[in-house]
C-alpha cells in the first residue's frame, strides 16, 4: 500500500513539471519570455544609460590660493566632465583688487591649452 502511494506521488509530480514546462513560454535561446512590458522598460533604460553618457555628471573643484599674500582658498577649479573625460574646466583667480576667469576646453580627460597644478588635480579628481 506505501508503496502505491508513493508510486501515484511521483507520478503527480512528474505530471506537474511537465505542465509547467509546456505553460511557460520560451525563446529560442533556453530564456523564458518576459512580458512585453518589461522588453519595453529595458530598452527605454537601456536609452537612458545611452543618453547619460554626454551628462556632465563628473565634476571636482579644487581651492586654492593664487597668491602667497592672500589667504582663504578664494581661488578655484572646477572640471565638469561626461563619463569619456570631455567637457569644460573653470578657473576662477581671485587677486586684492580683481577676480578673473577662465573656461578651457578638455577632451578625453586632457586639455589642448596648458593647465596649472590645481586645474590637472580638478580634472584627476573627477576621473571616476
Given at each position: 500500500?506505501?508503496?502505491?502511494?508513493?508510486?501515484?506521488?511521483?507520478?503527480?509530480?512528474?505530471?506537474?513539471?511537465?505542465?509547467?514546462?509546456?505553460?511557460?513560454?520560451?525563446?529560442?535561446?533556453?530564456?523564458?519570455?518576459?512580458?512585453?512590458?518589461?522588453?519595453?522598460?529595458?530598452?527605454?533604460?537601456?536609452?537612458?544609460?545611452?543618453?547619460?553618457?554626454?551628462?556632465?555628471?563628473?565634476?571636482?573643484?579644487?581651492?586654492?590660493?593664487?597668491?602667497g599674500?592672500?589667504?582663504?582658498?578664494?581661488?578655484?577649479?572646477?572640471?565638469?566632465?561626461?563619463?569619456?573625460?570631455?567637457?569644460?574646466?573653470?578657473?576662477?583667480?581671485?587677486?586684492?583688487?580683481?577676480?578673473?576667469?577662465?573656461?578651457?576646453?578638455?577632451?578625453?580627460?586632457?586639455?589642448?591649452?596648458?593647465?596649472?597644478?590645481?586645474?590637472?588635480?580638478?580634472?584627476?579628481?573627477a576621473?571616476?
Amino acid at each position: 500500500m506505501e508503496f502505491l502511494a508513493v508510486a501515484v506521488a511521483v507520478v503527480a509530480l512528474l505530471v506537474a513539471l511537465v505542465a509547467v514546462r509546456r505553460s511557460t513560454p520560451r525563446t529560442g535561446d533556453g530564456v523564458e519570455a518576459l512580458p512585453e512590458d518589461v522588453c519595453g522598460l529595458r530598452q527605454e533604460v537601456a536609452a537612458l544609460r545611452a543618453e547619460g553618457t554626454d551628462a556632465l555628471r563628473h565634476l571636482a573643484v579644487v581651492r586654492f590660493d593664487a597668491f602667497g599674500d592672500m589667504g582663504g582658498h578664494l581661488s578655484w577649479s572646477l572640471a565638469l566632465l561626461d563619463d569619456g573625460g570631455h567637457g569644460v574646466l573653470l578657473t576662477s583667480i581671485h587677486g586684492r583688487s580683481e577676480a578673473r576667469t577662465y573656461a578651457k576646453s578638455v577632451t578625453g580627460w586632457t586639455s589642448d591649452q596648458q593647465l596649472s597644478p590645481e586645474e590637472l588635480e580638478a580634472i584627476q579628481r573627477a576621473r571616476p
